[in-house]
């Protein structure tokens, strides 16, 4: 058979012949990414509301504004979104980042149906509980159904189907990152209070109360980690349990005028809490009795502490080391993806221009070549062009994170001001001293305000130190 096959080989096919169009360009080279060709459309006049979509008289915000005006968002619906493909890559570096903070704690990635089973709700009480915010709809057949805005019973019914589960498995640690909804009344302020948006909803099963309190604060601290690595000021708060219930709750929050959140703090850093939680007489600490500062946030991660709340319906159970039927400890642990990428704009930006965290920034580099017609254009375009080749071969992580701003016929003044409203990280510039021996590149450092003036060398090893997900 073999000889049979070797005698019957047909030649190779070239790419045309495949019916595939060859690549351009040298082989390994980068293809240069060029912000006229982006589909982001750009609304970056100064001042006013140029690009909001609210209502005369409605709120609005920092964030808001600013995702609108750089084309990172465009409204659909009320509470709803087209997502930009800049968007798009921030949300993908965020939820990358995610996924290394859960699966360092033991998380496995799964994915849930976004239709729930009225049964299962009606079974655990949130079916009534919820009210008008829970998305309801019916099939053909008349079965309701509603649009998770979390899958607490959903996940819970998986689990329980599994008859044979030991406690040998435990602690089982199953999170997702999806498509949640939630029927505000009245959204607003962009992506912070959407009727549709993305989150990474965790749940976990343990053994016992003890071990399900000790995967709580992993949990917890996984999330700490995360707010550190972007660069954001959060606070964790104590928190209601809300319709979700439980007994232990917490907020992951970040301290801001818009916030609709109203939180307490001490000033030595001894306890916060969000005021639903307190009496109206508590206004010192309870650990060092310091008058108690208060403040609004946005509230970006939630933990609670389940016990069995759900277990107990769904019977999720597991088999003891002695071989008996007991039920699982439950904890569920939400991020809001979407939220995350707003309230970063909103705390980190100014009135005009965005900030990103670096770590999510869409791209983390723009390139600005001279303007046309300048006697630094065609020297200065190609020793750019060279510098982004050299530098995407030399740190390969960032080729797909760089954008040259082709837009020539605007001076490097205007394309400067429009990248420092987009926010890129780092922004090199082919200026005046381009043409000098040996060329002498502009790098502005847009979170840190600093203007270096470095060779192609120095712009290498100064960008080796990015980090993307």
């Not at 019957?8 to 912000?35: F, M, N």
């Not at 570096?93 to 976004?114: F, H, I, R, T, Y």
């Not at 254009?377 to 080729?399: K, N, V, W």
Request: net charge neutral; glycine share 8%.
């Amino acid at each position: 058979m073999e000889g049979l096959l070797r005698r019957w080989r047909l030649p190779a096919l070239s790419a045309r012949q495949r019916g595939c169009r060859p690549r351009h360009g040298a082989p390994g080279r980068a293809r240069r990414l060029l912000l006229s060709q982006l589909f982001q459309p750009l609304n970056l006049q100064a001042g006013g509301e140029a690009g909001w979509d609210g209502r005369a008289g409605e709120p609005t915000c920092r964030s808001q504004k600013l995702m609108l005006q750089a084309g990172l968002i465009h409204p659909s619906s009320p509470g709803c979104y087209y997502y930009m493909p800049p968007t798009v890559r921030a949300m993908e570096k965020l939820v990358k980042a995610m996924d290394e903070e859960m699966q360092a704690v033991g998380g496995q990635k799964l994915n849930m149906p976004s239709l729930s089973s009225a049964e299962l709700w009606r079974a655990s009480g949130r079916w009534d509980q919820m009210g008008p915010e829970l998305f309801r709809l019916a099939d053909r057949h008349g079965k309701d159904y509603c649009l998770g805005p979390t899958h607490e019973e959903a996940v819970t019914e998986l689990v329980a189907a599994q008859s044979n589960l030991s406690y040998r498995q435990l602690p089982l640690r199953l999170y997702q990152v999806t498509r949640k909804f939630r029927d505000e009344p009245k959204p607003r302020f962009g992506l912070l209070r959407s009727r549709e948006f993305y989150m990474k909803d965790m749940y976990t099963f343990d053994a016992s109360e003890e071990a399900a309190r000790q995967t709580y604060d992993l949990v917890c601290g996984a999330y700490c980690s995360l707010f550190d690595r972007l660069g954001l000021p959060f606070v964790k708060v104590q928190a209601a349990t809300g319709s979700i219930g439980g007994t232990v709750s917490h907020e992951f929050q970040l301290p801001a005028d818009v916030g609709e959140d109203r939180l307490v703090l001490c000033p030595a850093g001894h306890f916060a809490a969000n005021v639903e939680t307190l009496n109206e007489e508590q206004t010192s600490c309870p650990m060092c009795r310091e008058k108690l500062t208060q403040t609004k946030g946005i509230e970006v991660g939630h933990t609670f502490y389940l016990g069995t709340k759900y277990s107990s319906i769904s019977n999720a159970i597991f088999s003891s080391p002695e071989n008996k039927p007991q039920l699982a400890e439950m904890g569920c642990y939400g991020l809001g993806v979407t939220r995350i990428l707003a309230a970063s704009i909103e705390v980190l930006s100014t009135e005009d221009s965005i900030r990103w965290p670096s770590l999510i920034a869409p791209y983390q580099l723009c390139f600005i070549p001279p303007k046309r017609g300048s006697k630094e254009e065609e020297e200065g375009a190609t020793l750019l062009e060279r510098l982004y080749d050299d530098l995407a071969e030399a740190l390969p992580q960032l080729a797909s994170d760089s954008v040259l701003d082709d837009r020539t016929q605007l001076t490097i003044g205007k394309r400067l001001k429009d990248a420092n409203k987009l926010g890129y990280p780092y922004v090199v510039v082919a200026g005046k001293r381009v043409c000098e021996d040996p060329p002498v590149f502009e790098v502005w450092s847009q979170n840190t305000g600093e203007v270096l003036f470095l060779t192609k060398e120095g712009v290498i090893e100064l960008l080796s130190k990015v980090q993307v997900p």
